[in-house]
Nanobody
Framework: QVQLVESGGGLVQSGGSLRLSCAAS????????MGWYRQAPGKQRELVAA???????TYADSVKGRFTIFRDNAKNTLYLQMNSLKAEDTAVYYC?????????WGQGTQVTVSS
């Protein structure tokens, strides 16, 4: 079955950096569209960044220039490098992968940015 396990969240000061990781299994990682989403308290889950099997990327306007999504196909791991973090980036971050018609989700990792 598909498993996505996120790690790397934590507490960081405004302006700091974090790198999230998502270890994937049960999918053909190198060709699977994947993404990072986040959900802040009282808000809907939103797309942060997505990547296809090729070189197509998309980012939310709020994170462009600060966040970078990339994948290591040899390690079956998806990453999200987050720089210049702001208090409004505080949320639970989820990894997502598409397999056929279905989307799969990890359990989430908390990112808290103190101002």
């Amino acid at each position: 079955q598909v498993q996505l396990v996120e790690s790397g969240g934590g507490l960081v000061q405004s302006g700091g950096s974090l790198r999230l990781s998502c270890a994937a299994s049960g999918i053909i990682f190198s060709i699977s569209p994947m993404g990072w989403y986040r959900q802040a308290p009282g808000k809907q889950r939103e797309l942060v960044a997505a990547i296809t099997s090729g070189t197509y990327y998309t980012y939310a306007d709020s994170v462009k220039g600060r966040f970078t999504i990339f994948r290591d196909n040899a390690k079956n791991t998806l990453y999200l490098q987050m720089n210049s973090l702001k208090a409004e980036d505080t949320a639970v971050y989820y990894c997502s992968a598409r397999k056929g018609p279905l989307d799969y989700w990890g359990q989430g990792t908390q990112v808290t940015v103190s101002s």
